[in-house]
């Protein structure tokens, strides 16, 4: 992964987990590498077993400049709509990290307002280490969050497909019917919620 020059100060990089689930928050970090010390390994969270996020996301807390995480909760995923919600976890991420970056680099097309210039950039997470580096801070910080989210609610398997819409939970939602923690402006929930089940 190429290393990023920071004439201008310190580069925050910016990515989210849990868009696409039908259940939990959606979670948002924000990292600032240390120029001096790179991290081997970054890449885009989904590519990377679940062993080198852990250990990654281990390391990223412990070199990085600063670091936060932070999320959007399912009722404001279904009040503003997730795209929405994700640029909120996202502002509150950077809100959090305590230091105010002279720039940001956010994963996708569409960027979050913030007290500093901000550039969108599409497969960032596999190409701008930092936000590689917040890729995985927001992918490991959800699933825990989903497997803490099993205790209470066992009968849907959140701890094996964290809340996507898998066969599996799919199955549990017919027979154990939407849960609070369960997206109901998602189209699979709102269609059984709107047959009574």
């Known amino acids: 992964m190429p290393a990023l020059s920071y004439p201008e100060g310190l580069v925050c990089g910016l990515d989210e987990a849990g868009r696409g689930p039908l259940a939990g928050p ?24 679940e062993k080198k996020r852990e ?10 400049i600063a670091w936060a995480i932070a999320w ?10 997730i795209l929405q919600a994700s640029l909120l976890a996202m502002q509150r991420a950077v809100a959090r990290l305590g230091v105010l970056p002279a720039g ?16 969108a950039i ?26 803490r989210l099993h205790q209470s609610y066992p009968l849907y398997g959140l701890d094996r497909h964290m809340g996507y819409p898998t066969a599996v939970h799919l199955k549990a939602l017919r027979e154990h019917g939407v849960s609070p923690i369960h997206r109901r402006s998602y189209g699979p929930v709102r269609l059984l919620l709107e047959s009574g089940t």
């Open 26 to 49: 959606v979670v948002a970090a924000a990292v600032i590498l240390d120029p001096a010390r790179p991290i081997a390994g970054l890449n885009d969270s989904k590519k990377l077993s």
């Open 55 to 64: 250990a990654l996301a281990e390391t990223i807390k412990a070199e990085a």
């Open 72 to 81: 959007a909760t399912v009722e404001e995923i279904d009040a503003i709509n």
């Open 104 to 119: 940001a680099l956010v994963d996708g097309n569409v960027c979050p307002a913030l007290n500093c210039p901000v550039q």
């Open 122 to 147: 599409v497969k960032g997470d596999g190409s701008i280490a930092p936000i590689a580096a917040a890729s995985i801070l927001a992918k490991t910080s959800r699933d825990h969050e989903m497997r």
